[in-house]
C-alpha cells in the first residue's frame, strides 16, 4: 500500500498593508539576530547571497545595523514572515524560525526525518521578501515558494516560477 505523504504547511506570512508593495531601494540590508546560532546564521546568508541574488535586480546584503531581522520565535509554523509597509513601500521586514522546531541547519547535509531545513525555508522566506505568495497547488511542488513543506524534505533551488516572479516585481 502507498503511504500517502504528509504536508506540513511551511509558514504564515503576516501582510499588514493589502496595498501592492514594493522596495524603494533595491538594495535590501538584513540583520542576523542574536538568537541565531551560526547554522542558521549561514543558512540565511546562503539563501540570500548565493540563491537569489542575481536572479533580479532586488540584491540582499548582510548589515548589522539593518531593522529587517531574522530571527527565532515561539511559532505555531516553521516560519513566519511580517511585512510592514507605508504608502505602497515596504519599510520593514521580519522572518522567524520556529524555536520549539527541530532543525538541520547544515548547508549541504539532508535533514533527518524529524527536521525541518533551514536552508530550505530561509529561500522561502526570502521569497516573501520580494512579496512573492505561497502556491499550494502540487503541479508546483518543485518551486520555492509552494506552500508546504515536510520534515526531511531539502529544497535549494528556484524554479522557472519562482525566477519569473521575481524578475516581474524587480526587473
Ligand atoms: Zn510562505
Known amino acids: 500500500m502507498k503511504e500517502k505523504s504528509v504536508h506540513f504547511y511551511l509558514a504564515d506570512t503576516v501582510e499588514f498593508s493589502l496595498a501592492v508593495t514594493k522596495w524603494s531601494n533595491t538594495k535590501v540590508t538584513y ?14 546568508d546562503h539563501a540570500g547571497v548565493m540563491v537569489w541574488n ?9 548589515s548589522g545595523t539593518s531593522f529587517n531581522d531574522w530571527g527565532m520565535r515561539e511559532l505555531d509554523n516553521p516560519a513566519v514572515t511580517q511585512i510592514y509597509s ?31 531545513d533551514a536552508l530550505t525555508v530561509a529561500i522561502h522566506e526570502f521569497g516573501h521578501w520580494f512579496r512573492l505568495r505561497d502556491t ?3 503541479m508546483y511542488s518543485d518551486a520555492m515558494m509552494y506552500g508546504y513543506i515536510d520534515y526531511g524534505e531539502k529544497k535549494v ?15
Not at 515596504?90 to 525541518?116: G, M
Not at 533551488?157 to 526587473?171: F, R, V, W
Open 31 to 44: 540583520d542576523l539576530g542574536s538568537d541565531l546560532s551560526r547554522g542558521f546564521k549561514n543558512a540565511v
Open 54 to 62: 542575481g536572479v533580479s535586480s532586488l540584491e540582499f546584503e548582510y
Open 86 to 116: 507605508t504608502d505602497n513601500k515596504i519599510i520593514e521586514v521580519n522572518t522567524y524560525f520556529n524555536e520549539l522546531e527541530q532543525w538541520n541547519t547544515a548547508i549541504l547535509a539532508d535533514p533527518d526525518p524529524d527536521e525541518l
Open 136 to 138: 499550494y497547488d502540487d
Open 157 to 171: 533551488k528556484l524554479s522557472y516560477e519562482d525566477i519569473d516572479a521575481a524578475q516581474t516585481m524587480y526587473p
